[in-house]
């Protein structure tokens, strides 16, 4: 079984920024590569967010919230992804979480942002 695992958040003032990472513990190179990968976020009472993607070719799409300020990119040598974050404010506190699609119903624990002074 695939597990996700998120790492790299943290408290950060207002406008700081921050780089999240997301292993895919147990997957195999062909498989990481095969498919679409997802970082998403949460807050409490509210539904997990989808922020950013990236296409097995490398193609990026983003939420209007985090566009021009998040970058997801991928290591395939490491079999990873990772989350560039700028220019944070406090509404992007919040629980972050990363998703491979070959495997949509494994999720990891998330890792926690909080944006505040």
């Known amino acids: 079984q695939v597990q996700p695992v998120e790492s790299g958040g943290g408290l950060v003032q207002p406008g700081g920024s921050l780089s999240l990472s997301c292993e895919f513990r147990?997957?195999?190179?062909?498989?990481?590569?095969?498919?679409?990968m997802e970082w998403y976020r949460q807050v409490p009472e509210k539904q997990r967010e989808l922020i950013a993607s990236i296409t097995r070719a490398g193609t990026t799409n983003y939420a209007d919230s985090v566009k021009g300020r998040f970058t997801v990119y991928k290591d395939n040598a490491r079999k990873k992804i990772h989350l560039q974050m700028n220019s944070l404010q406090p509404d992007d506190t919040a629980v972050y979480y990363c998703?491979?699609?070959?495997?949509?119903?494994?999720w990891g624990r998330g890792t926690l942002v909080a944006v505040s002074s």
């Open positions: 147990g997957i195999i190179t062909s498989v990481f590569n095969s498919n679409d």
């Open positions: 998703r491979h699609l070959f495997y949509p119903q494994s």
